[in-house]
């Protein structure tokens, strides 16, 4: 009984409560991560001085868009400033002078999904609309279920050289008490998109 009654409070409150925990200097040296373009990702592009060139945009499941007279533009893995370089080199041919500056944001970033699975109150796929760490994807997920053993996640992460495997340990994080070992120095990991989050 316990157990179950840690949960009344959100799990939320208590990945939040991390914040604090962790040495500053860990959070200096992680920084904020500049966001990715995923798949399904719907971005917004415009060339200063040609509106016929304004458009918003969905990645396609391959990570490429077409933008006119740019041709195919590579975006999975690429930060909108990237894309912007991208689309000016592919604009050069079309302008006497110097290209007009490209500005690309992201409208909808639905493409940044992960999937949380096993003992959890609510599992299912999600779209956070923000980076989050493993802790608060549980959270979002209802937290764990009484008899989940929280000193085991799996992460599975898609990557270029095959599927990785990463394990976590938020027994103690869980609790509000996380330490050295929990945190393995340098902090909870940042979900990726496509991951897949096991609870056992």
């Known amino acids: 009984m316990k157990k179950a009654f840690a949960w009344a409070v959100p799990v939320a409150c208590l990945a939040a409560s991390l914040v604090g925990v962790v040495p500053a200097a860990a959070q200096q040296a992680k920084g904020v991560a500049p966001y990715r373009i995923n798949p399904g990702d719907e971005i917004e592009v415009y060339v200063w001085g040609e509106e016929r060139l304004q458009r918003s945009t969905r990645v396609l499941p391959d990570g490429s868009f077409t933008f006119p007279l740019a041709g195919r533009i590579e975006a999975a893995g690429k930060s909108p400033t990237e894309i912007e370089a991208a689309i000016s080199r592919g604009l050069v041919g079309q302008f006497r ?21 096993g003992k959890v109150r609510a599992p299912g796929s999600f779209t956070p609309g923000k980076y989050v760490n493993v802790l608060e994807a549980i959270g979002l997920a209802g937290g764990p279920t009484e008899f989940a053993e929280t000193s085991n996640v799996i992460i599975l992460r898609k990557q270029a050289q095959g599927l990785t495997t990463l394990r976590v340990r938020l027994s103690d994080a869980i609790k509000g008490n996380p330490n050295d070992r929990d945190l393995g120095g340098t902090g909870l990991p940042d979900l990726q998109s496509g991951d897949v989050v096991i609870v056992p």
Request: glycine share 4%.
């Open 97 to 117: 002078d110097q290209v007009p500056q490209v500005t690309v944001s992201v409208k909808a970033p639905a493409g940044f999904q992960f999937s949380i699975v």
